[in-house]
């Protein structure tokens, strides 16, 4: 059987080196005089940690059953690496954790559409996805979707890698969750465990 694992944190990387270079709840109109504005409510962190979960430093998120961090792979700019035990269609899923501190901390909306740009740059095709909640902080995120050279083997595979853009004290947070195309729908349930199990250390 074909075992392909991708970079998916040297593909988080560079997303955040091209950002170098969501809203959450609508916002609600409020009316003083004659004069209209708009007021959006502050997001609400959560610092509960989830049972079983595992702190990668300023997070935690309960890891999938027999994933495994993959520590050669975290850098300074991929604070987390995590793999499953083995490929499916092909391919070893993953999860990674990108971070990145830019001033001035640009808008969810200029990361995304800036990180799609990229993507597309690399001959990705790119799909928008519903804004969610990760940790209680608002996210936005795409699909990329893109064919890379098999290993030991003629022909492409095609991935499928899930972004979300989230910011919290200052920092910006790329999750990216990749797998073939072909797993994906299969795998989403495990992605949302994860983000939906995610906490912050810090308010």
Not at 128 to 144: F, K, M, S, T
Not at 150 to 172: E, N, P, R, W
Request: proline share 7%.
């Amino acid at each position: 059987m074909l075992r392909r694992r991708v970079g998916a944190g040297a593909a988080a990387a560079l997303t955040l080196a091209a950002l170098t270079a969501c809203s959450g709840t609508p916002a609600a109109n409020t009316t003083s005089g004659d004069a209209t504005t708009l007021s959006t409510p502050a997001p609400t962190p959560v610092t509960s940690t989830a049972a079983g979960a595992s702190v990668y430093g300023a997070y935690a998120f309960v890891q999938p059953a027999a994933w495994i961090v993959d520590a050669g792979r975290q850098t300074k700019g991929v604070t987390t690496y995590l793999k499953a035990p083995q490929p499916v269609s092909g391919v070893i899923p993953t999860f990674t954790v990108a971070t990145s501190t830019v001033k001035p901390v640009p808008s969810l909306d200029d990361l995304a559409k800036q990180g799609a740009i990229t993507a597309r740059q690399r001959s990705a095709t790119v799909t928008d996805v519903a804004d969610r909640l990760i940790g209680g902080e608002p996210a936005q995120g795409y699909v990329v979707t893109s064919s890379t050279p098999k290993t030991g083997a003629t022909g492409t595979q095609a991935l499928s890698q899930t972004q979300y853009f989230v910011i919290h004290d200052g920092t910006i947070y790329v999750t990216t969750f990749t797998s073939s195309t072909a797993s994906a729908a299969s795998l989403k349930p495990t992605q949302d465990a994860i983000l939906a199990s995610w906490s912050w250390t810090t308010p």
